[in-house]
Nanobody, 125 residues
């Protein structure tokens, strides 16, 4: 089982930037794909971005393409989400999660588990 702890959320004005971090422990981090997801009030949790175990393959949902960048540092057991040009519609609780199986390249929420506690991102207009 893997434990995940997110950090880096906060309140930012539209057009600003934030960098989220997710620290992992409990299993071999470098064997598993990672993902960032978000859930806005009254909405279902949705995928934001994923990255494969080596960091060589990334996926972004259309609304964040060109603005967000997912990356990972396997030496530090950490995955990041750099968020630029933030918009009010990016306001949500952001969660990181690990793929439930190693050595996969996947972009479906159902393939991820071991959720962190989430970090709030609020973008004011």
């Amino acid at each position: 089982q893997v434990q995940l702890v997110e950090s880096g959320g906060g309140l930012v004005q539209a057009g600003g930037s934030l960098r989220l971090s997710c620290a992992a422990s409990g299993r071999t981090f470098s064997n598993y794909g990672m993902g960032w997801f978000r859930q806005a009030p009254g909405k279902e949790r949705e995928i934001v971005a994923t990255i494969n175990w080596r960091g060589t393959n990334t996926y972004y949902t259309e609304p964040v393409k060109g603005r967000f960048t997912i990356s990972r540092d396997n030496a530090k057991n950490t995955v990041y989400l750099q968020m630029n040009s933030l918009k009010p519609e990016d306001t949500a609780v952001y969660y990181c999660a690990a793929d439930i199986s190693p050595f996969r390249v996947r972009q479906s929420l159902r393939d991820f588990g071991s959720w962190g506690q989430g970090t709030q991102v609020t973008v004011s207009s």
